[in-house]
């Protein structure tokens, strides 16, 4: 049974860092594009960052570019998202999901596999 689980998430003051992880089993995903996306209180769930099957090719949304980081370990089956300089306005519950196809992709329809999410808060 494939399975995403997300960890990592949490409370935090505005400017403070967080990494989650986001750890695969039943099956290896290194050979598929994965991504990040969140769902803040009363509103749709938006893409965050993606990343390549080989790590080669990484993609942010412009809310979080040059503040997070997304990469993964091959051998462990698991990504992970560095959020550094977090504000009360990245506050949602965080969603790791594993593409359908080859190429890395940006939208929820484009992912097949999901996680069941880790809540990060962070406050001003």
């Known amino acids: 049974q494939v399975q995403l689980v997300e960890s990592g998430g949490g409370l935090v003051q505005a400017g403070g860092s967080l990494r989650l992880s986001c750890a695969a089993s039943?099956?290896?995903?290194?050979?598929?594009?994965m991504g990040w996306f969140r769902q803040a209180p009363g509103r749709e769930r938006e893409f965050v960052a993606a990343i390549s099957w080989s790590s080669s090719s990484t993609y942010y949304s412009d809310s979080v570019k040059g503040r997070f980081t997304i990469s993964r370990d091959g051998a462990k089956n698991t990504m992970y998202l560095q959020m550094s300089s977090l504000k009360p306005e990245d506050t949602a519950v965080y969603y790791c999901?594993?593409?359908?196809?080859?190429?890395?992709?940006?939208?929820?329809?484009?992912?097949?596999?999901w996680g069941q999410g880790t809540q990060v808060t962070v406050s001003s």
């Open positions: 999901a594993v593409a359908s196809g080859i190429s890395i992709a940006t939208r929820e329809r484009e992912y097949r596999f």
């Open positions: 039943g099956r290896s995903f290194s050979n598929f594009p």
